[in-house]
Nanobody, 113 residues
Framework: QVQLVESGGGLVQAGGSLRLSCAASGSTVLINTMTWHRQAPGKQRELVAGITSGGFTNYADSVKGRFTIYRDNAKKTVYLQMNNLKPEDTDVYYC???????WGQGTQVTVSS
């Protein structure tokens, strides 16, 4: 069974950077659109960024210019580079494979002021 395994979360000061990774286990080929979402306690999960198989990207307005999504199909991994982090970016971040309706387990990102 395919699993999406996220890593790279942690605690960082405002203005700092983190890179999240989402790796697909198993023999599957990760070629479809992939997305990153985030969710705070008591709030709805929101889309942060997405990338198509062809490399087209889209971002939530709140992260444009600060976050970059990219992929390495050979490694079956999607990344989210997060720069100039703000306290309001504090959330649990999830990767998602819409074509298979697979979610990762989530990774906590905490930004201190």
């Amino acid at each position: 069974q395919v699993q999406l395994v996220e890593s790279g979360g942690g605690l960082v000061q405002a203005g700092g950077s983190l890179r999240l990774s989402c790796a697909a286990s198993g023999s599957t080929v990760l070629i479809n659109t992939m997305t990153w979402h985030r969710q705070a306690p008591g709030k709805q999960r929101e889309l942060v960024a997405g990338i198509t198989s062809g490399g087209f990207t889209n971002y939530a307005d709140s992260v444009k210019g600060r976050f970059t999504i990219y992929r390495d199909n050979a490694k079956k991994t999607v990344y989210l580079q997060m720069n100039n982090l703000k306290p309001e970016d504090t959330d649990v971040y999830y990767c998602y494979w819409p074509a298979r309706d697979y979610w990762g387990q989530g990774t906590q990102v905490t930004v201190s002021s």
